[in-house]
């Protein structure tokens, strides 16, 4: 099982920046790299995903605040939030998938996942 160590989250205020990180192995390269969110009492949603060509799905009300980006040569995945809101306070997740592509953004379809990171937006 791939071990995905995310960065730590934090607090920030409305209209805040952070960035979120994920650490991949070095063996693992072919694969679909997410990122996940969910907040108490719903379901856990994908925020964004990347594949091994860099192609990249975000979801529709989060893409012109959020980006997913990654550094191939250190297998790092990132997730850069700009004009964060009280609403985006959740838990983040990075996941991986097998395959070069992003097919299926089904949480069920992530069989590898970091430990989460807390983000909270708050005045």
């Known amino acids: 099982q791939v071990q995905l160590v995310e960065s730590e989250g934090g607090s920030v205020q409305p209209g805040g920046s952070l960035r979120l990180s994920c650490a991949a192995p070095?063996?693992?390269?072919?694969?679909?790299m997410a990122w996940f969110r969910q907040t108490p009492g719903k379901e856990r949603e994908v925020v964004a995903a990347i594949d091994t060509f860099g192609g990249i799905t975000s979801a529709d009300s989060l893409k012109e605040r959020f980006a997913i980006s990654q550094d191939n040569a250190k297998n790092i995945l990132y997730l850069q939030m700009n004009n964060l809101k009280p609403e985006d306070t959740a838990m983040y997740y990075c996941?991986?998938?097998?395959?070069?592509?992003?097919?299926?953004?089904?949480?069920?379809?992530?069989?590898?996942w970091g430990q989460g990171t807390q983000v909270t937006v708050s005045s």
């Open positions: 070095d063996t693992y390269r072919t694969v679909c």
């Open positions: 996941a991986a998938a097998g395959g070069a592509l992003c097919k299926d953004f089904r949480v069920a379809s992530f069989p590898n």
